[in-house]
């Protein structure tokens, strides 16, 4: 079975703190994609970032960078310098390649809050 | 941009009342898709579209049903309001062609049934 285990249930940092999210995600399928969202105050989910299984090169993005190593099924999420607009609800989702639909399986999510 | 639009924020609804959630995109995506958001639970998938008037189950769709008449338009149904359908309701769209692409969700609507 599919899962995704978001262990850090909340975060809570000082500006200009750097903090990881930790994702971790178990399927069978050899091939599979991995997302982040976030989801601020406002309550819509906002895609951040999209990764094959083919694809284990780090992914960096401003302050944001994306760590994935399929030895240990992780994909984990660094936010550098961490600002108060960070603070959100970020979820880590599991989706199946290929096929009609692309269904997504959702961790719990990790509650951050970044303080001033 | 893709602009997925859900028709309330905030709806509070009596236990037994029949509820209308609907849900519109703008950028002509196959897939459609329910979820609710609970507390620890993270989203759960009550059901999605993947082309008009088709329809699968989720991981939870006991108390719902949808319609999808209409390409840009998915309607979630709950016949008789529970006070354990409670919850927040996420729209979300996506293309369709074989490939895992990313889902673009709606803002929401919070649900309350006394």
């Known amino acids: 079975a599919q899962k995704v285990t978001q262990a850090q249930t909340e975060i809570s940092v000082v500006e200009k703190e750097d903090v990881t999210l930790d994702c971790v995600y178990e399927?069978?399928?050899?091939?599979?994609?991995l997302f982040w969202y976030k989801q601020p105050p406002s309550g819509e989910l906002v895609f951040l970032i999209r990764r094959n299984s083919f694809d284990e090169q780090n992914e960096i993005s401003g302050r944001y960078s994306w760590n994935f190593q399929k030895s240990t099924s992780s994909f984990n999420f660094t936010i550098t310098a961490s600002q108060v607009v960070d603070s959100a609800v970020y979820f880590c989702?599991?989706?199946?390649?290929?096929?009609?639909?692309?269904?997504?399986?959702f961790g719990t999510g990790t509650l951050l809050a970044v303080q001033p | 941009d893709v602009k997925v639009t859900q028709s309330s924020r905030y709806l509070v609804k009596r236990t037994g009342e029949k509820v209308f959630l609907e849900c519109v995109q703008d950028m002509d995506h196959e897939n459609m898709f329910w979820y609710r958001q609970d507390p620890g639970l993270g989203l759960r998938l009550i059901y999605f579209?993947?082309?008009?008037?088709?329809?699968e189950k989720g991981d939870i769709p006991e108390g719902y049903s949808v319609s999808r008449e209409k390409k840009e338009r998915f309607s979630l149904i709950l016949e008789s309001a529970s006070t354990n359908q409670t919850s927040m309701y996420l729209c979300?769209?996506?293309?369709?062609?074989?490939?895992?692409?990313?889902?673009?969700f709606g803002p929401g609507t919070r649900l309350t049934v006394t």
């Open positions: 579209s993947y082309d008009v008037k088709m329809k």
């Open positions: 989702a599991l989706s199946k390649y290929g096929g009609a639909t692309n269904k997504l399986i």
């Open positions: 979300a769209s996506s293309l369709r062609t074989g490939f895992s692409y990313e889902q673009y």
């Open positions: 399927t069978r399928d050899t091939t599979y994609y």
